[in-house]
């Protein structure tokens, strides 16, 4: 057996990482997000009864087997997922939380890395002046690796690597650093969060200007908070409440059960759990809600926060908003959100780092410094594709796969391994050992019937979406290398076409019909409203690209509309699967020789 | 949305509130206690 080598230093220091694993950007961008495209007010409903019986009940199953495995000296999910079982096969499907964690923390870090830069840009004023198209092309810039803002070249890539270097020297200072990042960057983000709560509250009708005259943020709160019931029958909604609750709460990742093997035997584990849980539901039910909406709102109209709610308002847009707070106030708002961000995404990047490290110290016995920065060697390697073709959607199968798929399989299995082969008799044991609350005896039932249940749903639902991804049927240029490309679906039917409007050798404007949710104040319901909308294609000279469509031309998607030698993101797509895939089968390999390591010592029986 | 934001703040602080004030657990003081250790399966 190995020796235990670190520990948390106090119990608030493990709740707040713990809380600062699941509070990620997540919790200030998609929820909103969310909460806005699924009924408003109403998706609260489905989304708190999703985190009564699937948050919470998985939030127990992590944290006792975490706590469970940590007994027999494993701190990774390979390990702990064996001792549960007598058989041996549940080791490789403990490779999700090895394999998850390194996956996301390639891109995560990406975006952690724009949180840096963004500060920096907010302090010396890049954003002073610039219309909201111009602080949306800075992003677009910023993200074309080949173009520098700051004169340094290859900026985001430079920024990147110095994020992941940040982690990993705080990885190899093991639980201590970790511990002492949440815990300072939990109250710093609450503390930021609770500054721009209050702004998006009291903002009004204040910001409204000559361009957006209605613009209100109460229209966003209103929004927000009034519910639209008959989103309730929607299983879309309670789909996307499932996904958003399992999103937030980091479960079915591995690094809930790594951080947990670390916690004493007799320690507590529920009242940690549902505390640690409780504190992100916070972050995001509260602070989340009363940020980018009520203040997008503010300035922009309740009508573009519905049509345009995205994860990019974050980077695209506040900086603009921002903007019109003026001077000092605008740097001060630019350095508290994305600080938040920053202190959100570092506080679960370095939870994705642990179960490598803990796997790796357990069964090679390697050392801190060694397994931290083996890591950071590991997610730079799987993470430089992302950088250079994000805009190639490489960044998106990373996301997709790793950040959304490999997350559901992996707790509907530890789901079953908990409830049915370990036992729930046994499980429920290792829940109310040592708890400082009493868990209701429901609870029992909930773990054993309607979460796997829940779970399973979710999964089976989303196995359509596995293939289309798989297909690329999001695309009508599907092959890696042609010599013809044609248009895109201007909807999600395919069915509708456009028509040309400007046309160049390199550049065409199409027009089209489209429809767009307006929010209708008087009866408090979405309003579906046609309008004409606009696409553009740009095309590269330099690579004998042509278009070969002239003004007024009827465009339907699948039509020939440029000619010369293109490679389509198909090609980059399956070039991330096949990252992935090769991910996934090197800890594969790694797990096999530490059992054979493990039958070589003896160690077989732990 | 406004009572969910009111009952989530509530169970935060409450349950924060309890794990600052909950006692550490005692260390186990025999060997029958440590033997209590469940067997791997």
């Known amino acids: 057996m190995s020796v235990k080598v670190d520990s948390w230093g106090s119990r608030v220091g493990l709740i707040l990482a713990m809380a600062g694993n699941a509070v990620g950007l997540g919790n200030f961008l998609r929820f909103p997000v969310q909460a806005v495209q699924n009924g408003g007010g109403a998706f609260i409903i489905p989304y708190l009864i999703c985190f009564l019986v699937m948050g919470i009940p998985l939030l127990f199953i992590e944290w006792s087997t975490g706590r469970y495995g940590g007994k027999f000296g494993n701190h990774s999910t390979p390990y702990i997922l064996d001792t549960m079982s007598k058989g041996r096969i549940w080791k490789y499907v403990g490779v999700f939380g090895i394999f998850t964690n390194i996956a996301v923390a390639a891109y995560y870090c990406y975006i952690e890395s724009w949180t840096i830069s963004y500060v920096y840009h907010s302090i010396v004023g890049t954003f002073n002046g610039l219309s909201q198209g111009a602080v949306a092309d800075f992003f677009n810039n910023y993200i074309d690796i080949g173009t520098s803002t700051t004169g340094i070249p290859y900026e985001a890539v430079i920024f990147y690597i110095a994020c992941i270097i940040l982690n990993t020297y705080i990885l190899s200072k093991g639980l201590g650093g970790i511990e002492k990042v949440a815990k300072i960057g939990m109250p710093l983000l609450i503390l930021f969060g609770v500054v721009l709560a209050v702004k998006g509250l009291t903002l009004g009708t204040s910001g409204a200007s000559d361009l957006f005259p209605n613009a209100n943020a109460w229209d966003g709160l209103n929004f927000l908070w009034t519910p639209q019931f008959d989103s309730l029958t929607n299983p879309k909604v309670w789909l996307a409440a499932a996904g958003q609750i399992f999103f937030t709460l980091s479960v079915g990742m591995g690094t809930i059960h790594c951080y947990a093997a670390y916690v004493k035997p007799k320690d507590d584990i529920a009242l940690n759990a549902v505390s640690a849980g409780f504190m992100n539901e916070f972050v995001e039910v509260v602070l989340g809600s009363l940020i980018v909406i009520p203040i997008a709102a503010g300035y922009l109209g309740l009508d573009w926060v519905i049509q345009n709610a995205g994860f990019g308002m974050a980077f695209q847009t506040m900086p603009y908003l921002f903007q019109q707070w003026g001077g000092v106030l605008a740097v001060f708002a630019g350095v508290l959100w994305f600080g938040l961000l920053f202190f959100a995404g570092i506080t679960s990047s370095l939870a994705m780092g642990t179960p490598w490290m803990g796997f790796m110290q357990d069964e090679f016995s390697w050392s801190k410094n060694k397994s931290a920065w083996s890591f950071g060697a590991l997610i730079l390697a799987m993470g430089l594709p992302t950088v250079i073709f994000y805009k190639q959607g490489l960044f998106d199968q990373y996301d997709y796969w790793a950040g959304t798929v490999s997350l559901v399989v992996f707790a509907f299995l530890e789901t079953i391994l908990f409830s049915y082969i370990f036992g729930i008799k046994k499980g429920w044991i290792e829940i109310t050992s040592g708890a400082d609350i009493k868990v209701p005896g429901f609870y029992k039932y909930i773990i054993l019937i309607i979460t796997p249940a829940l779970l399973g749903w979710v999964l089976v639902s989303s196995i359509p979406d596995w293939i289309d991804k798989v297909k690329d049927t999001d695309t009508n240029n599907k092959e890696w290398f042609a010599e013809n490309y044609y248009a895109e679906n201007f909807e999600a039917s395919g069915a509708k076409a456009g028509t040309v409007d400007e046309v160049k050798d390199d550049y065409i404007l199409l027009s089209f019909e489209n429809q767009k949710k307006v929010f209708d104040k008087a009866s408090g319901k979405v309003d579906i409203v046609p309008f004409i909308d606009h696409k553009i294609y740009k095309f590269d000279l330099s690579k004998n690209q042509k278009t070969i469509v002239n003004i007024g031309d009827t465009v339907a998607p699948k039509d020939k509309i440029a000619t010369g030698d293109f490679t389509n993101d198909t090609f980059y797509k399956f070039l991330g699967r096949m990252l992935l895939l090769s991910l996934f089968l090197f800890i594969s390999i790694i797990v096999a020789i530490a059992y054979r390591k493990r039958t070589k010592e003896e160690r077989i029986k732990l | ?41």
């Open chain 2, 1 to 41: 949305m406004v009572l969910a934001q009111g009952i989530v703040s509530l169970f935060t602080f409450y349950f924060f509130y309890k794990v600052l004030t909950i006692k550490p657990h005692q260390e186990p003081d025999s060997y029958s206690e440590n033997d209590k250790e469940s067997d791997r399966q």
